[in-house]
Structures are given as C-alpha cells and as structure tokens.
C-alpha cells in the first residue's frame, strides 16, 4: 500500500516557468519529508526538505509548502531551467522511526 | 559526495543463481538502506538495518535477505534470483539525527 502519492506523473514546462509538484500521504505518523532529484544512471540527490513543525522551507528557487491538515506537500521550482529536467521523488519519514517511503516520481521536462 | 560505494554497478546472472550485492560507506553513518527502482513503482525499501547485525524488513523483502557484520558494509543478497528481481538497486546511508539519506550510484541487475 503506498504511503506516499505522487499523482500525475510527467509534467513538461517553459524555461522560466514556475514547475509544481505534488505529494501527498497516508500516514499520520510522518514528521518529516524530502524532495529528491534524479537524472538516468545516478542515484538520487537530496533537494529540500521540511518539518511537520513548519509550513513552508526556501531553498533558492527551490521550496516546498506542507499542509498537514492535508496530508499534502508541494515542491515549487521557480524560474525552472533546463538542467532541472530529472525525476523527482517525494520521501516521508515517520517520528520515531529512520524509514523512508518514497513516491513513484514525476517525470519534469524544462523546454528550453 | 557522501562516501557511499555499491559494487558491482552492472551484472547479468542467470535465474536459480544467488546474487549479492554490496554496499560500503565511508561516513560512519547509523543507518543504511537498500532500495529498488523498476518503472512505474518508484523507489521501494528492500531493507534496512539501524546498526551492526540490526536489520528489518521494508516492503518488498521477500526474496532478499540481508547482512550487515560492519558498520560500513550492507550486503544484499537474492538467494536465488529470479527475473522479477531484474531492477535497479539502490544503497542509501543517514546519520543519527540526520535529515537527508544519501544515495550510491546503483547496481543494475539483470536476471535471464
């Protein structure tokens, strides 16, 4: 049963544009979340991050806004570039506990 | 980079043969993780271990076992591979306390 849903899976944008994912999950228990980026044949790189103490965390043109009434988080790029163009995997982690659930991941495509 | 190493990064290995995979840091860190990524299913836990000879299971264990005798070794091992375990594993470290886990390279493995 997946805990953490990343719908709509590929997402292309303009160079310039703003690019938003979503996120969200089922397990109350999640305390905290991650954004990560991967490009074919590399592992995964850490992005940003954030607490369930916060609702927001800016990173450069990176942040992510958490709604936790929601179970919804969000990872905005803004203005997107080319050499964003990677997979992007959400990840929760729930108190108490050193697991990590990842999403599918969302395929984004920045067009120069 | 985080001093994280899997090894082999490519390997082809027939249906019926035992297969193991290793991972080796150079951080120090608690926690190590492995994954795997197929197509449509994003990154899945494996297992992990919090600790030397401490090892739990995540969500698709079956098939996998794992071991972990040093604090910089997590060995998986497919104890008779079969083509569903065809994939793109992932090995991951995270400190006590830490935020993000970092990510090795990944080992393609093909079952035939």
């Known amino acids: 049963d997946q805990q953490v849903k990343q719908n709509s899976p590929s997402l292309s944008v303009q160079e310039g544009r703003i690019s938003i994912l979503n996120c969200d999950y089922t397990n109350s228990m999640f305390d905290y979340f991650l954004w990560y980026k991967k490009y074919p044949a590399e592992g995964p790189t850490f992005l940003i991050s954030?607490?369930?103490?916060?609702d927001k965390n800016e990173d450069g043109r990176f942040t992510v806004f958490l709604n936790k009434s929601a179970k919804h988080l969000s990872l905005h790029i803004v203005p997107s570039q080319p050499g964003d163009s990677a997979v992007y995997f959400c990840a929760a982690s729930p108190y108490g506990n050193n697991r990590l659930a990842f999403g599918k991941g969302n395929q984004v495509v920045v067009i120069p | 980079d985080a001093g994280i190493t899997q090894s082999p990064r490519h390997k082809v290995t027939e249906t019926g043969t035992p297969v193991t995979l290793r991972c080796h840091q150079t951080?120090?860190?608690?926690?190590m993780y492995w994954y795997r990524q197929d197509p449509g299913h994003g990154l899945r836990l494996i297992h992990y271990?919090?600790?030397?000879?401490?090892?739990d299971k995540g969500e698709v264990s079956d098939g996998y076992s794992v071991s972990r005798s040093k604090t910089e070794d997590f060995l998986l091992t497919l104890e008779s591979a079969t083509s569903s375990q065809t994939s793109v594993y992932f090995c991951?470290?995270?400190?006590?306390?830490?935020?993000?886990?970092?990510f090795g390279q990944g080992t393609r493995l093909t079952v035939v």
């Open positions: 271990s919090y600790g030397v000879k401490d090892t």
């Open positions: 951080e120090n860190h608690r926690y």
């Open positions: 954030i607490s369930s103490i916060k």
């Open positions: 991951a470290i995270r400190s006590t306390g830490g935020t993000e886990a970092f």
